[in-house]
């Protein structure tokens, strides 16, 4: 498999505290790999430096040759790298559909296509997450598990190729998180590549065909399922246990 | 009486564009502007330049006044819409303290304090403006195209996109959305409405000085948007018949002519105060909240989902 997204020697300080200290990992295209290590080891850091949200202060990324450092949030998105936040961050004003509906529009139109495809492709998005019936309700007034699908579908409807998700299962029912890793399978089915950042192990366990563990700004190790959790040493920091 | 009636109309019309005009920036784009009035300005001069030097054509001359009012507005866009939006307002009193120092100093263009005197009356496809009621019909006319098109511009993806901002401007950049692109094109389209606003004024009146375009007109039309409500297209319309014809009611109060001036200002400026601690979301949020209390199938849907709220 060939790498869709290589950082390499990522430095992110924040008055002197150096969150992300010299992070490198690869991506595979169609890969799920799970970004995991203890609270404020860099993950969503991590997630900000790629999309643009902040700029690293050395080392680089790149995505499909494009170099990604210094490009504007939106460029990146339009490139084929789409993020979640964690606090969802829905246009909770707006229906369920117009969310769908304005991630794939072209927000320079000043009138509505005339060819429908813009609302079949929103319909094609909502059926695909469950959430075709609820169109019409706020985005306000959704489950919280359906504010998560929500928050998917918007990703999927910009033409995500690369997708990082911050906890998108944290909170999720079990019916709802089964549909979850349906839904992140079948993803991957289509080719799409996706790194999320998780805490549940078990969800962790369940989805991942890599998992990169971040320490201290620095991927501390990178392998395969059953190879990180073998790794004593990995989860004596992850869960705080002090060494005996 | 009937002109009477008409001038107030024409007034109000004027108002109820430029305050719906101004709800596109604020209401939609989330950009505070306390400069609406320079844009209501160069829209005026513009209109008045044709209509005395090449035509008495009120829609050449309309047409005029929006592309430079628009350019104008795009002029001041770019730049500015870089600034974080608190320093944006900051910023807008700025250019709207320069653009009334334009107005009042540059003699050659704008007549100084003189301003530009005698416009012709109108004519509209061979309608030649004669009286207060022929302006009225214009101002009704053009009223009913400016929210016609802010209509439509707010149901087309460029205002679904403006609302996603609005929503939440993170969210929307990082669906890729162009917070810059998005703000300086509703901000050159809300200058370029305003300026038939300026273009109505300049041939009703036939005289156009810098008094109209001053500070506090434009902070008159915030309060409009604000206390009607912003974001909604009944908002402004009933803003700007609050500010216009409140002070009109007044009149008619059996106060001691002494003392009618500073009454009407402390019983005008008390009223705007009231509403703003009672309503802070402006008065079209009051019919909406009895509306929604009357018929609740808003929520309906809502209710019927799954019960694994999240509280």
Redesign the interface.
């Known amino acids: 498999m060939t790498a869709e997204l290589e950082i390499d020697s990522l430095c992110k300080a924040f008055g002197g505290n150096l969150i992300i200290n010299n992070a490198t990992l690869e991506l595979e295209e169609g890969r799920i790999t799970s970004l995991v290590g203890p609270n404020g080891a860099g993950k969503t850091t991590l997630f900000n430096l790629i999309t643009g949200f902040l700029r690293p202060d050395a080392g680089g990324i790149r995505y499909r040759g494009h170099d990604l450092v210094g490009l504007a949030p939106q460029r990146v998105t339009r490139l084929g790298i789409a993020r979640s936040f964690q606090n969802l961050r829905l246009f909770n004003n707006m229906t369920v559909y117009e969310n769908v509906l304005v991630s794939l529009e072209n927000s320079l139109r000043l009138w509505r296509r005339k060819d429908g495809r813009d609302h079949a492709r929103t319909q094609a998005v909502l059926e695909r997450v469950g959430l075709w019936e609820q169109r019409r309700v706020r985005a306000a007034d959704l489950s919280y598990a359906e504010k998560k699908f929500l928050n998917l579908a918007r990703i999927m409807a910009v033409g995500t190729e690369l997708f990082l998700l911050d906890e998108p299962a944290s909170g999720l029912d079990g019916p709802s998180r089964v549909m979850f890793h349906e839904l992140l399978r079948s993803l991957q089915k289509d080719g799409h590549t996706i790194l999320l950042i998780e805490h549940n192990l078990d969800i962790v366990r369940e989805v991942s065909d890599r998992i990169a563990f971040l320490n201290k700004g620095e991927v501390a190790a990178f392998g395969t399922p059953e190879q990180i959790f073998a790794d004593e040493e990995l989860t004596r920091i992850y869960f705080g246990v002090s060494a005996q | 009486m009937a002109a009477y009636i008409a001038n107030m109309m024409v007034l109000l019309g004027i108002a109820i564009i430029l305050a719906s005009s101004l709800d596109l920036m604020v209401g939609y784009a989330g950009i505070f502007s306390v400069a609406h009035a320079v844009f209501y300005g160069v829209g005026a001069y513009t209109a008045a330049h044709v209509a005395l030097g090449y035509t008495h054509s009120f829609l050449i001359a309309t047409l005029a006044a929006m592309a430079v009012s628009g350019a104008v507005s795009f002029i001041l866009a770019v730049p500015v819409l870089r600034v974080r939006e608190e320093y944006f307002v900051v910023a807008s009193i700025g250019f709207q303290i320069v653009a009334s120092t334009i107005f009042t100093s540059w003699n050659s263009v704008t007549g100084g304090m003189g301003g530009l005197t005698g416009v012709p009356t109108a004519r509209l496809l061979g309608w030649q403006m004669a009286s207060p009621v022929d302006y009225m019909i214009l101002t009704a006319l053009c009223v009913a195209f400016v929210l016609t098109v802010i209509a439509?511009?707010v149901?087309?993806?460029?205002g679904?996109?403006l609302?996603?901002f609005?929503?939440?401007e993170?969210?929307?950049?990082?669906?890729?959305?162009?917070?810059l692109?998005?703000r300086v094109?509703a901000t050159t389209l809300s200058g370029a409405l305003a300026a038939i606003a300026g273009s109505i004024y300049a041939f009703y009146i036939a005289f156009v000085n810098p008094e109209s375009f001053t500070l506090d007109y434009s902070v008159l039309l915030l309060a409009m948007v604000i206390i009607g409500g912003a974001g909604s297209m009944a908002g402004p319309i009933i803003g700007a018949v609050f500010i216009t014809l409140f002070p009109a009611l007044l009149t008619f109060m059996n106060i001691p002519s002494q003392i009618i001036g500073p009454v009407q200002q402390i019983i005008y400026g008390g009223a705007i105060v009231l509403l703003m601690v009672f309503w802070p979301d402006g008065i079209a949020s009051v019919w909406k909240l009895m509306r929604g209390r009357r018929s609740p199938r808003?929520?309906a849907?809502?209710r019927a989902?799954?019960?694994?709220?999240?509280g």
């Open positions: 439509l511009l149901h087309s993806p460029f679904r996109a609302k996603a609005r929503d939440d993170t969210a929307a950049i990082a669906l890729g959305k162009d917070p692109v998005l094109a808003a929520t849907a809502a989902l799954p019960s694994d709220r999240a």
